[in-house]
């Protein structure tokens, strides 16, 4: 393996942690829109204080991917920032209102109430991130972004505006709500009724999402031949790993094991990054850039993995700390 | 962008700021077994824990907006200068973490595990100033890399991020940061003060304050000094316009404000002294300065705007240096808070003083390299997107972030507001 295969592997992980840890967050967002019932401020309190102490580390893995792409792979970076500028500027403004309308509500609560503007702001712009960033990353997968001599010569809106690209959208917050009520059903485990709603909320979610997916091969094999050829290429086996995967997650789901669920839901959203990664591989941005043919020199690379490796040294057990303290069940140091 | 920038930076001189103040009192109310200092720490993590949130977002729009807005800079300079970028990421991602710890474990971890968790922090957003600004270093001086036909022949990454800028302009950034923080702390305190309130919590918290403040506005005078005599050799067009200064001069005078002129080549309405600007850049009264008219029309900086923002930066320094000294003065001479309304209403302009102070410094350096965006290398219109509708984009992005600038600053005061309510009457509330 390269050193530039390498580095794209690393970002690929951290893409993964970011739509695995951070996903669930904007999934939050979306539960917080949909809170219902009796128990509808519970439901919106559960989501809060689950994503208080971790969402800021949680996003970070996205800033990491960024400033890895451009470090590693500059010229991928210019031309996705180019050809994707509408869905990326849409995401990151729901990026920017998201964390701020959070922050604000969290740390403001007792002196806003619970009904500001931001609460609204908070759970819209969760849902519209996602789905952008759905869009954008079916507009990579399609080959939609041609560049030529170094210059995109697709227009603004190719690829992103594909029917196949607004299924991935939804299919995007459809699985950030999963895995986030998936979630969920652990951190609610000492309140069976409130557990019951999030119960309930994955149920929805899940079959929501495996029918975008099914939908969206579907559209693949009718309209996509680039992402239908990928899938069932190189990506096969992952492919259908996740249509494996989907039912024992919708089990643990239904019969109520959190803990499964949990590792099922993630397992899920990893297996569609990583179906079409391997699908496309060896093109970062299909069909023109290839991993080797878009990577920064090799001793930039060479440098970045040892920062990579210096820095996740001290970053692994820090989150690992993190996690242990506020996620499990009873803190030792409490 | 450079909305982007200037709110952001804001925020991220409080990150590095703020996170030692609240350490440094959580660690003396541990020393000292005193909970009005840990009370402060306490609700200094509150008010900062708002302030991360909207700090992180800024700088995430920061990063996407490198690619968005710059994408010519980007396919040229990644690879380059990437590196104290990803740095960066990993000093903020440790922040972050801590931050959680630190602002969700007050109960939840024993009080030293809760301070050590707080360390982390403090460095940590000290490590990530550091290496963001190596980058905008690099910008100034660039080097690391080597060019054949304008394409990139070879990198070295590492001597691009420890280019010839970095080590002045790092450190005068993170004293910066530290100025910053201390006067805004300081200004806080002083309001309070102005309306009566001279409890321990108002005294502790502005005494640190100002005892960041009058630190870190000592070195930032001293690298402040350095940074200058380097832009003198490396950037001659930026000192140029840095002092208005048109003709290459040998003994040449330096002017304190006034408006500098294009038409006429000279700067209007200043005051000049004699030899001061050889001095000041090369320690030698015959020292020769190079002149803006030196450089071909499309390479010099805009004059007006360097200029006033370096006099600005350097007159309100020095006003704030004066303001420590005096408040050091009156409290070290009779030992106790002094009450003075002038001196109260002069820290509470301190704050936002120091932070336009900042601001003119950021000024400088910027627009003191156009039309450069990488000096000497890439002018800063190549390296601009093509895309459409940026006038949108920049207007959207300005509002949203006056909104969350009113919201933010209506929240904090809340914050207080509430503190003060819950807090019972504090002990010796007369000193």
């Known amino acids: 393996m390269s050193a530039a295969d390498a580095a794209a592997v690393l970002l690929w992980l951290s893409l993964t942690a970011y739509a695995v840890l951070g996903g669930a967050d904007f999934g939050g967002g979306v539960w917080d829109v949909f809170a219902s019932g009796p128990r509808k401020q519970a439901q919106r309190r559960a989501v809060a204080s689950a994503m208080g102490p971790v969402w800021e580390a949680n996003h970070v893995w996205l800033i990491f991917m960024i400033t890895g792409l451009f470090t590693c792979f500059p010229i991928a970076f210019s031309s996705l920032s180019i050809a994707l500028f509408i869905p990326a500027t849409i995401a990151l403004l729901g990026i920017v209102l998201r964390g701020a309308a959070f922050a604000f509500r969290a740390h403001g609560r007792e002196a806003v109430g619970p009904t500001s503007p931001w609460g609204i702001v908070f759970g819209g712009s969760s849902v519209v991130t996602p789905f952008f960033l759905g869009t954008a990353a079916a507009a990579v997968a399609t080959g939609a972004i041609r560049i030529t001599q170094g210059r995109v010569v697709s227009g603004f809106g190719a690829g992103w505006t594909t029917p196949f690209a607004i299924i991935i959208g939804l299919l995007a917050v459809a699985l950030c709500a999963y895995l986030a009520a998936a979630y969920l059903m652990v951190e609610t485990e000492d309140d069976p009724a409130l557990q019951a709603d999030f119960r309930a909320r994955a149920l929805v979610a899940s079959v929501v999402s495996g029918g975008l997916a099914l939908l969206g091969l579907g559209l693949a094999y009718a309209q ?69 043919a878009a990577a920064a020199p090799a001793s930039t690379l060479r440098a970045w993995l040892v920062v990579v490796g210096v820095g996740m040294v001290l970053l692994l057990p820090s989150l690992v700390l993190l996690f242990r303290v506020f996620k499990a069940r009873n803190p030792a140091a409490a | 962008m450079g909305t982007s920038l200037g709110f952001h930076i804001v925020f991220a001189v409080l990150g590095v700021g703020l996170p030692l103040l609240m350490t440094t009192a959580e660690g003396i109310g541990l020393w000292r077994h005193d909970a009005t200092w840990i009370a402060l720490a306490r609700r200094w993590s509150s008010a900062f824990g708002i302030l991360f949130a909207i700090g992180a977002v800024s700088g995430t729009v920061l990063s996407f ?56 922090v403090a460095l940590s957003g000290a490590a990530s100033a550091v290496f963001v600004v190596m980058a905008n270093a690099w910008m100034n001086t660039p080097s690391g890399f080597t060019l054949t036909n304008g394409r990139l022949a070879s990198v070295d990454p590492v001597s691009a991020a420890f280019n010839a800028s970095t080590p002045t302009e790092t450190i005068h950034m993170l004293v910066s940061a530290y100025v910053v923080t201390g006067f805004v702390v300081a200004a806080v305190y002083a309001m309070g003060m102005l309306r009566g309130r001279f409890d321990l919590h108002h005294r502790h918290g502005l005494l640190l304050g100002m005892a960041m403040a009058g630190i870190a506005i000592v070195l930032a005078g001293i690298t402040g000094d350095t940074s200058a005599r380097f832009v003198y050799g490396a950037q001659p067009a930026k000192f140029a316009a840095m002092e208005g200064l048109y003709a290459t001069t040998r003994g040449a005078p330096i002017h304190l404000g006034g408006i500098p ?65 005096v408040f050091w003065a009156m409290f070290l001479r009779s030992r106790r808070m002094p009450r003075n309304r002038l001196l109260l209403w002069c820290l509470v302009a301190g704050g936002p003083a120091a932070v336009v102070t900042m601001e003119a410094g950021w000024f400088v350096t910027e627009f003191g390299r156009q039309p450069w965006v990488v000096y000497g290398i890439i002018r800063t219109v190549a390296a601009a997107t093509p895309a459409p509708g940026l006038a949108i984009v920049f207007i959207v992005f300005s509002a949203i972030y006056v909104a969350l600038a009113a919201t933010l600053a209506r929240l904090l005061l809340l914050l207080s507001r509430r503190n003060r309510e819950r807090a019972v009457p504090a002990p010796g509330t007369e000193a």
Do not use: K
């Open chain 2, 65 to 120: 907006e490198l690619g968005l807005l710059w994408p010519g800079f980007m396919a040229f300079s990644g690879s380059i200068i990437g590196l104290p970028f990803s740095a960066e990421g990993f000093a903020f991602f440790l922040e972050a973490i801590f931050l959680g710890l630190y602002l969700y474990g007050w109960d939840r971890l024993r009080p030293v595990q809760h301070w050590l968790a707080g360390l982390p």
């Open chain 1, 224 to 292: 996509e031949p680039r992402v239908w050829t990928d899938l069932t290429g190189n990506g096969l086996l992952l492919t259908l790993l996740a249509l494996i995967n989907g039912p024992v997650a919708l089990w643990g789901v239904w019969r109520l094991r959190p803990r499964l669920a949990r590792v099922a839901v993630a397992a899920q959203m990893s297996l569609v990054l990583w179906a079409w990664a391997a699908g496309q591989w060896p093109y970062l941005v299909p069909p023109e850039l290839t991993i080797a």
């Open chain 2, 261 to 325: 002129s294009d038409s006429e080549h000279r700067v209007l309405y200043a005051i000049e002294i004699p030899y001061g600007l050889s001095i000041l850049a090369a320690l030698d009264p015959n020292a020769v300065v190079r002149g803006l008219d030196s450089f071909p029309p499309d390479q010099r900086p805009n004059p007006i705007v360097v200029h006033l923002s370096f006099d600005t930066m350097v007159g309100l320094g020095t006003g704030l240096g004066l303001l420590a000294l």
